[in-house]
């Protein structure tokens, strides 16, 4: 009988895979692509607990569909900044991103 | 460290997935080509679509694959051809920034892993009858969604709109005056 912890370990798994993408890719659609990835976790954490947790309910479901949409919107955003971004600066590295930088 | 399971068709079938949406993050971490990075990812998308169906909850996968599979991917693709696709990224002489990198993801998922295995936390155990059971998933988030959620439905739908017609002014080119 699956339980909760297998499914966290596929999570927490995910999730770091994510973090690791997010920290060392230099290209900006695929650090997007990986904080995608560590949403993708949580929702899993969270329909995990819908299911298995101490009092199952369909209120971790409804958490999710709300993390997701909150995703879409982010990766809406997201993307249209990257798109102007690339327009004003002709690049895609996060490197070369450093106006702002300190 | 999986001590303990039956195998059973459930066990197995997760296993199984559990490795394909692992094998696809690896590829998005390894691959040269920044368009098979993106395609890796559709893969984690569905097997994940997989694991809410694992977890009973039908409405969520469909949606997964529907707006992830579908929608997100394609438009990762979209803005990927937009931009610089062709380029390979090169290696580079080897700094410290992926090894911290490295360290600190490691270092947060061993974390991660201890919690949930070693420190003696007393999970609440697995029944193996569904608490939804015989219930309509659909149905069920309908309702919760539009008795006690209403009204976080409706600011995330402002959100959505607001996010929407953001986005599209955002990446409209501006007229040059």
Redesign the interface.
């Known amino acids: ?10 999570g ?10 997010a ?5 900006i ?2 650090v ?3 904080i ?2 560590m949403l ?1 976790a949580v ?2 954490n969270l ?2 607990f ?5 009092m ?4 971790g ?2 958490f ?3 993390t ?3 995703a ?6 997201g ?6 971004l ?2 004003n600066r002709n ?2 590295d996060v490197r070369d991103q450093d106006l702002m930088k300190w | 460290m999986f001590s303990g399971l039956a195998i059973t068709g459930q066990t197995v079938a997760f296993f199984v997935i559990a490795l394909f949406v692992i094998a696809c993050g690896v590829m998005l971490l390894s691959m040269k080509k920044v368009i098979y990075m993106a395609l890796s990812i559709g893969g984690v998308f569905i097997g994940c679509a997989a694991v809410y169906l694992m977890l009973e909850a039908e409405f969520l996968a469909f949606i997964q694959v529907l707006l992830y599979a579908g929608a997100i991917t394609i438009m990762m693709l979209f803005a990927i051809m937009l931009t610089k696709h062709d380029e390979i990224e090169k290696p580079e002489p080897i700094t410290a920034h992926p090894v911290w990198a490295a360290i600190g993801a490691a270092g947060f998922g061993l974390v991660i892993l201890w919690v949930v295995k070693f420190s003696g936390i007393k999970w609440p155990q697995a029944t193996p009858d569904s608490p939804f059971q015989g219930q309509d998933n659909v149905k069920l988030i309908g309702e919760a969604l539009f008795n006690q959620y209403v009204i976080p439905f409706e600011l995330v739908s402002v959100v959505l709109i607001v996010a929407l017609v953001g986005a599209i002014t955002l990446a409209n080119k501006e007229e040059k005056n």
């Open positions: 009988m699956l339980s909760v912890e297998q499914f966290l370990t596929l927490a798994i995910l999730f770091c895979i994510g973090l690791f993408g920290l060392t890719k230099r290209n659609i695929i997007l692509v990986s995608e990835l993708n929702n899993i329909l995990t819908a299911r298995f947790g101490l199952p309910s369909i209120n479901q409804i999710t569909l709300f997701m949409t909150i879409a919107a982010e990766l809406a955003v993307l249209a900044v990257l798109i102007s690339y327009r690049t895609s």
